[in-house]
């Protein structure tokens, strides 16, 4: 798949900072994560409650960033990182939605290929509240609003 264009247009549906998968001591500086999704898709979820097929969304990320003047306290969305993609798909074959990352070793990726169902799928199928997505951490989604 090639690299999405124009997401920033998109719907923003949320941001998080620093949600880590592993447990214990975070060892990597914190990441801000804001994710968009396409407009058809917003609607038709806003609508129904379910995600049609060919919608997207795209997870920014950034670097923490502090202690710029006049900020003594709080982070920023300093260096951009590069973007995580979710496309539902009915057509794959054994999982509706396919993963892709867009960076590697700090460079953007022009083209991807989908994960394998184990490296991405399985986790938001467990823990995603709707259909392999975090709905529970976008409050546009959370709210259908
Ligand atoms: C151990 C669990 C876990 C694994 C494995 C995982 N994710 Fe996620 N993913 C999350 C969580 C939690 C969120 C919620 C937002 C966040 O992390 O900031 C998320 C959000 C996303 C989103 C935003 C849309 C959505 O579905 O909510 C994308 C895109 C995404 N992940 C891509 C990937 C890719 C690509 C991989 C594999 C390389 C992957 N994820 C592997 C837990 C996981």
Redesign the pocket.
Same mark, same amino acid.
């Given at each position: 798949m090639k690299i999405p264009q124009g997401y920033r247009d998109w719907v923003f549906v949320g941001s @998080?900072l620093g &949600?880590g +998968?592993s447990e214990g001591k975070p060892t990597d500086a914190k990441q801000f994560?804001n &994710?968009y999704i396409t407009p058809e898709a917003f609607r038709a979820y806003k609508a129904t409650g379910k995600f049609p097929d060919k919608t997207m969304?795209?997870?920014e990320i950034y670097e923490e960033a502090t202690k710029a003047e006049p900020a003594k306290t709080g982070s920023f969305e300093g260096k951009y990182v590069g973007i995580?993609?979710?496309v539902k798909d009915r057509r794959a074959v054994d999982e509706v939605w396919a +993963? /892709? =990352?867009f960076f590697s070793n700090g460079k953007p990726l022009a083209q991807a290929k989908a994960?394998p169902k184990a490296? $991405?799928h399985? $986790?938001?199928a467990k823990?995603?509240s709707v259909d @392999? =997505?975090?709905v529970q951490? /976008?409050p546009r989604l959370r709210d259908r609003d």
């Open positions: @998080n &949600i +998968y994560k &994710i969304l795209v997870m995580e993609v979710a +993963y /892709y =990352t994960f490296a $991405c399985d $986790c938001h823990h995603g @392999n =997505t975090f951490f /976008y």
